[in-house]
């Protein structure tokens, strides 16, 4: 049997054979340091109790245990203690306020909407658009006209304002080291905020169970300096490969573990119809779809406009990310006609 010291230092070698990975205490851009500083003042905070509730836990039982000698402090009598009250009462108000002023401080600080303060990053800011596919990134640099998959380049100490949305599933974008999580839905845009303060190379990945493929929806942050930035941007220039309709809807397909690619050109205006849900050919927009409503709806003659604002069913996969077959129109047969004709065949034939 182990002795207690023996015991107590193995337990930092099997932190570091679990594998874990700290960088959510280990920050390195200022959101992420910001969140820190809440986790780490949240817990203290909650320390006031539950650190002096484990010390009674077992205090009080051996004081008061059945077999001691000294029962000269029982009083049969005792009804009410002022200064129990206020410790019972107080400390918990006092927290209850200390993290209410704390989270209150910390949300609209560190608001994904908001931009970073001007003394935090300095520089011109990147902005970059960001898909979740199934199952990867896209990342879309519109001012430099390139895109990447699986792969998003940065530059320290510059602020970056991304936009973000989904081609399929909600998903979750992360990158631990460098800010918290923001969703990623379809038909909507979500903003972010971020700055690498060091020069690295920073996991990120889907951070919510979105299928099969979860497992494998991860991707690099690569924070560099301007020189390297610049030099990545050639690279992927260099590429020769274009972000056009086309490859979209070949890359939007359903894949598992795809490597880093580049695009050295990318259409004008995809975001935007990634967003409104119509890059495919002959797909209405959200945009013209939501003002339609708007106005009252297509009503009956916009039955065969139906096809046009079907986005679903042509992505649904398996249990092993396989694309399904397209289930057929229910309204087919509405709209070739083919009801009444059926009909008219089916009334002949009693006829007869």
């Given at each position: 049997?182990?002795?207690?010291?023996k015991?107590l230092?193995?337990?930092?070698?099997?932190?570091?054979?679990?594998?874990?990975q700290y960088?959510?205490?280990?920050?390195?851009?200022w959101?992420?340091a910001?969140?820190?500083d809440?986790f780490?003042?949240s817990?203290l905070?909650?320390?006031?109790?539950?650190?002096?509730?484990?010390i009674?836990a077992?205090?009080?039982p051996?004081?008061?245990?059945?077999?001691?000698?000294?029962?000269?402090?029982?009083?049969p009598?005792?009804e009410?203690?002022?200064k129990?009250?206020?410790?019972?009462w107080?400390?918990?108000?006092?927290?209850?306020?200390?993290?209410?002023?704390f989270?209150?401080e910390?949300t609209?600080?560190?608001?994904?909407y908001r931009p970073?303060?001007?003394?935090?990053?300095?520089g011109?800011?990147?902005?970059?658009e960001a898909?979740?596919?199934?199952w990867?990134?896209?990342?879309?640099?519109p001012?430099?006209?390139v895109?990447?998959v699986?792969?998003?380049v940065?530059?320290?100490?510059?602020p970056?304002n991304?936009k973000?949305?989904?081609?399929t599933?909600?998903?979750?974008?992360v990158?631990?080291?460098?800010?918290?999580m923001i969703?990623t839905?379809?038909?909507?845009?979500?903003?972010?905020?971020?700055v690498?303060?060091?020069?690295?190379t920073y996991?990120?990945r889907?951070?919510?169970?979105?299928g099969?493929?979860?497992?494998?929806?991860?991707?690099?942050?690569i924070?560099?300096?301007?020189?390297?930035?610049?030099a990545w941007?050639?690279k992927?220039?260099?590429?020769g490969?274009a972000l056009d309709t086309?490859?979209?809807?070949s890359?939007?397909?359903?894949?598992?573990?795809?490597?880093v690619g580049y695009y050295?050109?990318?259409?004008?205006?995809?975001?935007n119809?990634?967003v409104?849900?119509?890059?495919?050919?002959g797909?209405?927009?959200m945009a013209?779809?939501?003002?339609?409503?708007?106005m009252?709806?297509?009503?009956?003659?916009?039955?065969?406009?139906?096809?046009?604002?079907?986005?679903?069913?042509a992505r649904?996969?398996?249990?092993?990310g396989?694309?399904?077959?397209?289930?057929?129109?229910?309204l087919a047969h509405l709209?070739?006609?083919?009801h009444?004709?059926?009909g008219?065949?089916?009334?002949?034939?009693?006829?007869?």
């Open positions: 049997m182990l002795k207690l010291p015991l230092l193995m337990l930092p070698v099997a932190a570091l054979l679990a594998g874990c960088d959510v205490l280990v920050p390195k851009g959101v992420a910001q969140e820190r809440l780490v003042i817990t905070i909650m320390c006031i109790v539950i650190v002096p509730v484990l009674m077992v205090y009080f051996w004081k008061y245990r059945a077999s001691r000698q000294d029962k000269s402090d029982y009083d009598n005792f009410h203690s002022t129990i009250e206020l410790v019972v107080g400390v918990p108000i006092a927290i209850i306020v200390a993290l209410g002023w989270v209150y910390y609209h600080k560190l608001d994904p970073l303060p001007a003394e935090v990053a300095q011109k800011p990147v902005e970059v898909v979740s596919l199934d990867k990134w896209l990342f879309i640099y001012e430099y006209g895109a990447s699986n792969e998003m940065i530059p320290a100490n510059r970056i991304m973000l949305t989904s081609s599933v909600m998903s979750t974008f990158v631990p080291s460098l800010s918290g969703y839905m379809t038909g909507m845009q979500t903003k972010l905020h971020i690498a303060d060091h020069q690295g996991p990120g889907a951070a919510h169970y979105n099969p493929g979860f497992t494998g929806m991860t991707f690099d942050t924070a560099t300096d301007d020189a390297g930035f610049d941007i050639a992927a220039k260099a590429s490969k086309e490859s979209y809807m890359l939007e397909k359903p894949s598992m573990r795809d490597p050295a050109s990318v259409e004008p205006d995809l975001f119809r990634i409104n849900m119509c890059v495919e050919p797909k209405t927009c013209e779809t939501m003002m339609q409503d708007r009252g709806g297509g009503g009956l003659d916009g039955i065969k406009d139906k096809s046009k604002l079907e986005y679903d069913d649904g996969v398996d249990g092993f396989n694309a399904l077959p397209t289930p057929p129109a229910p709209l070739s006609g083919g009444g004709a059926a008219e065949e089916e009334g002949q034939t009693h006829g007869e």
